[in-house]
């Protein structure tokens, strides 16, 4: 027994373990936003993307838990270390980083399942390898006899140390300053440094050998676990999972689909497990449990009552704060609720089930279930639900805190049903319900009725306004969610008038008129009076016989300035946009204006390379996804791409409208790098003209000849690209969102 003696104070030891926990999940959070944006150009930027790989992450991170649990409980310790050796071996084949060679997604159906084996394909084995550390090097570490290796728990804070700290690189040191190709190369070599510790962390079990085998000192008595301990550490870890990509997915659609916005939940979510397992969670826990209910009484209000009175970033934070208390509690509940060494690896394989099936069920059961994001407002509830529960909980009680709850539901859908003027009372509505957000507060040290009140508020709300908003039509794809509106306008007469709005999550994407007379004219960002107004007016006086391609369909409003003898070609990745557009019950711009018109589904990049070369006179780049832009589209390969389809004197003209994002820069960078010719128009309307917005557009060319129509034209404002010089082109290996950020 002198081998654990010898360990007892070494604190090199510690060092190496939780050393290598550190690199471990520092480059499991490398790979992950490393990887989905090699996959972004292949599926259009849409925040599903990230959501999908989540999953795939969760399945692979679970699966290296069972393999763990498995080998350290059924194996000795000289056989766990040849298998994970063979393993480890193995996973070298996927080595350095790609993608599967004529990789091309399906575009005629949902790609979930298809982005699912690609990553299957190009990192299933090292992730799979990855994802074993964190348990098998805690349990290894339990068995060396260190002195600290009856309670090895701490060492996870460690390993999500490296987690945060590798996801707040990225957007900050790697992707502005190492391309996508030197980020796989290194990766690999991390991987490979990874795997040398791993091997001396298996030397160290190796001579401790069998001698630290019976050493389990137990903290508690040695009883087995019950079902319901279980399934409560399985709640625990569902919840936050779930809340996590439900959140995600909704500022995702809502401000930016773009990296940075993405890391920014699943960095307070990592967080959360650095407090807990510390050896401050004692003290924090009831903290959390105590200010909870404090942030949840804005967050109600503002996000889900009245979320128009607030600026984006102040709702973003209430979002966030909201989020973070919930994780802090669920993960302070699982922290305290963690049992001896003897169950650590159950205790993981648990909790990354869980994780697995809060991913599950955003990716694959709710997008089929609801045509909203409507699993973040559930998870709220259940979150609160999950809050520490008095000892005693009776049946009766149990019926009783539901009673009002439902109780309140009922009386909200009779009310909503049967009142005919009801948006007449909103105001009073609102404020109803915010007086029932401080009723509810009163009930905070009863978790089900808190739970169920706050939930009966949030369904009330978003009940309002979805009749205040007048929704003819509401679905989800996997590009987001879409809705059709009626909304009203006063007419140039001083007349009510009604007209209908595509909205993708809370951005508008076109609009139409439904007057006769009317329903033909382009609007919103697309207007006669606007930059695409000015364009079709001037050129068609020139040529009249353009071949146009479109890339994003919206509502389909440019249709209406096609000529009879041209050719159009549009382009639309989401199949829900194009069931939209060609409804004429919604849109009827594409039954009314559209003669020659071809459509293409599918990512319009990949799409374009399968055209002839010098097919275009003029090719607009109006891709949206929410209020950004793809970063894949706006690539210098791309802008070669462009102007390999477009004739000698073809123009190229870019949408660029964007809250957040300064895409004018990426364009003036990209017109002095490759000697273009380009113009831009901040278009603001000059007097208040129906559903005529204030628009930005960029056209582009290889000689200034091309654009001299434009330029000399008393039509429009436009002039030359202000210049840039802080940041390096973006390529498909290199993109920089931070530098071009509002």
């Not at 809502?254 to 916005?261: E, H, K, M, T, W």
């Not at 607030?310 to 709702?315: G, K, M, R």
């Not at 709300?461 to 809705?483: C, D, K, W």
Request: charged share 15%.
């Amino acid at each position: 027994m002198s081998q654990p003696s010898k360990l007892k104070n070494n604190w090199n030891l510690t060092i190496l373990f939780a050393g290598t926990l550190f690199i471990s999940a520092s480059l499991m959070f490398v790979l992950q936003p490393l990887f989905g944006k090699l996959l972004l150009p292949l599926l259009g930027g849409s925040p599903a993307v990230w959501n999908t790989c989540m999953v795939f992450y969760q399945i692979i991170l679970f699966l290296g838990y069972l393999y763990a649990h498995t080998i350290s409980t059924r194996l000795n310790q000289h056989h766990q270390i040849k298998i994970h050796a063979t393993v480890i071996l193995l996973s070298f084949l996927a080595l350095p980083l790609a993608l599967p060679e004529n990789t091309v997604p399906p575009t005629d159906g949902n790609p979930t399942f298809w982005l699912l084996w690609t990553l299957l394909l190009a990192i299933g084995l090292p992730f799979f390898v990855v994802s074993t550390t964190a348990p098998l090097i805690q349990k290894w570490f339990a068995n060396i006899g260190h002195q600290t290796s009856d309670d090895p728990y701490y060492l996870y804070a460690a390993s999500n140390s490296g987690s945060l700290i590798a996801l707040l690189s990225y957007p900050f040191l790697l992707e502005p300053t190492i391309g996508l190709i030197n980020q796989k190369y290194y990766w690999s070599l991390g991987y490979l440094i990874l795997c040398a510790l791993i091997a001396s962390c298996a030397y160290i079990l190796w001579k401790a050998g069998q001698k630290t085998a019976t050493i389990q000192i137990k903290l508690a008595e040695d009883t087995k676990l019950n079902f319901y301990q279980k399934l409560h550490w399985l709640a625990l870890a569902f919840v936050p999972s779930s809340l996590l990509l439900g959140l995600t997915n909704f500022i995702s659609t809502d401000i930016a689909s773009v990296p940075l916005l993405w890391i920014i939940p699943l960095t307070l979510y990592l967080l959360s497990f650095i407090i807990v397992f510390s050896k401050w969670n004692d003290k924090i826990h009831p903290l959390m449990v105590k200010l909870q209910p404090i942030f949840l009484l804005p967050f109600i209000a503002y996000a889900f009552i009245n979320p128009a009175d607030l600026p984006y970033w102040a709702y973003l934070i209430l979002h966030l704060l909201a989020f973070f208390f919930a994780v802090m509690v669920c993960h302070g509940e699982l922290a305290q609720r963690r049992p001896n060494t003897q169950y650590l690896t159950t205790f993981y394989l648990i909790m990354s089930f869980g994780g697995m099936l809060g991913g599950m069920f955003n990716t694959f059961v709710a997008p089929f279930i609801f045509n909203g994001i409507y699993e973040y407002p559930l998870m709220i509830v259940a979150a609160l639900l999950l809050r520490p529960w008095p000892k005693k909980l009776t049946l009766k009680s149990l019926i009783l805190q539901s009673i009002a709850p439902a109780l309140l539901i009922i009386i909200g859908n009779v009310l909503y049903s049967n009142i005919a003027n009801l948006l007449e009372y909103f105001d009073v509505i609102v404020i109803s319900l915010i007086a029932l957000i401080f009723v509810n507060y009163l009930f905070r040290a009863k978790p089900i009725s808190f739970a169920f009140l706050t939930g009966a508020i949030i369904y009330l709300s978003l009940g309002l306004h979805g009749l205040s908003s007048h929704t003819l039509y509401q679905e989800r794809s996997f590009f987001g969610v879409l809705a059709v509106r009626e909304s009203v306008l006063t007419n140039e007469q001083n007349q009510p008038e009604k007209y209908h709005e595509l909205f993708h999550g809370t951005t508008k994407h076109g609009a139409q008129r439904q007057v006769e007379y009317l329903a033909k004219i382009p609007l919103t960002y697309y207007s006669q009076p606007g930059p695409m107004g000015q364009l079709f007016k001037e050129f068609d006086s020139v040529n009249q016989n353009w071949t146009i391609g479109i890339v994003g369909l919206g509502a389909g409003a440019l249709i209406c300035y096609a000529k009879d003898q041209q050719d159009w070609t549009l382009y639309e990745i989401d199949p829900l946009v194009v069931d939209i557009a060609s409804n004429p019950e919604y849109f009827s711009y594409l039954k009314r204006c559209s003669h020659k018109t071809k459509m293409r589904l599918g990512d319009a990049r990949l799409s374009l390379l399968q055209e002839p070369e010098k097919k275009f006179d003029l090719l607009v780049i109006d891709a949206f996804s929410s209020d950004s832009v793809p970063t894949h589209l706006l690539t210098q390969e791309a802008l070669k791409i462009y102007f390999k389809k477009l004739k000698p004197n073809g123009i190229l003209a870019f949408h660029i409208t964007n809250r957040h994002l300064l895409l004018k820069k990426v364009l003036s960078i990209h017109s002095e790098h490759l000697h273009l010719s380009s113009l831009i128009q901040e278009f603001i309307p000059e007097k208040d003209i129906p559903l005529v917005v204030a628009t930005d557009w960029v056209v582009m060319a290889n000689n200034s000849e091309a654009l001299s129509p434009l330029s000399l034209s008393r039509l429009g404002k436009w002039g030359k690209m202000p210049l840039y010089f802080d940041m390096n082109p973006w390529t498909d290996d290199f993109t920089n969102i931070v530098s071009i950020w509002k």
